[in-house]
């Protein structure tokens, strides 16, 4: 997965301490796997739905996901569930997560335990 940081501009005057990039784009990837496609029963992540995390001054995170079809009947509860696990994340301040599809999601861009878990290896 992509990773992006932008730094902050100027000091927080709060100066509350906080995970680096690094870790929190961590936190984030581990929220995600606890969000399971209804229909399948692999995490979004290791399915290869995610296609980009993007941490941005180290509290606000932009997620780029897909769907494994376009005409998913639960496309939009998806994304929320995908929402409500980052904004769960500690110190994460704000996500906004979009839904793309190009590329098109393919069986190629799953995890090799979500190939496992499903018999495909």
């Known amino acids: 997965m992509l990773q992006s940081v932008a730094e902050p501009s100027g000091s927080d005057a709060r100066a509350e301490p906080r995970p680096d990039a690094k870790t929190l784009y961590e936190a984030v990837v581990a929220a995600l796997r606890t969000v399971f496609d209804p229909e399948i029963p692999v995490n979004i992540y290791d399915l290869g739905l995610?296609?980009?995390i993007d941490v941005i001054d180290q509290r606000h995170i932009d997620v780029d996901m897909t769907l494994t079809a376009p005409g998913?009947?639960?496309?939009?509860?998806?994304?929320?569930?995908?929402?409500r696990a980052?904004?769960?994340?500690e110190f994460v301040s704000s996500s906004k997560v979009n839904l793309v599809f190009d590329p098109p999601w393919?069986?190629?861009?799953?995890?090799?335990?979500?190939?496992?878990?499903?018999?495909?290896?």
């Open 50 to 52: 995610v296609y980009r």
């Open 72 to 83: 998913c009947p639960v496309a939009g509860e998806m994304m929320n569930m995908a929402k």
């Open 86 to 89: 980052i904004d769960g994340v």
């Open 106 to 121: 393919n069986q190629d861009m799953m995890s090799e335990e979500a190939k496992l878990e499903l018999g495909f290896l």
